[in-house]
């Protein structure tokens, strides 16, 4: 397996240490399936998390994946948040 050069890792790690929760699942989930064996170990071991916690992010990845047609992709927010209009006339 071919390992990230030091100061990529160097990078991965800054970078991770400024996510949510719920994004550095993913973000480590997304690292590890681009390595074809020992992902999960080797970026566990970078990052400083557990193995299960890298899986656990690969099943909500999967799970979102198949729910595509509810992700909107163009926008973060959700449709209908936000300030309502104001319909009085003043």
Known sequence: MTKYPKKTEMLMQLHFSSLSEKDRRHYAALE????????????SQLLGIDRKTIIQGQKELIFLSEQTDQIPFDKQRHPGGGRKKNDTIS
């Not at 399936?33 to 970026?43: A, V």
């Open 32 to 43: 590890a399936l681009k390595f074809e064996r020992g992902g999960n170990t080797y970026i």
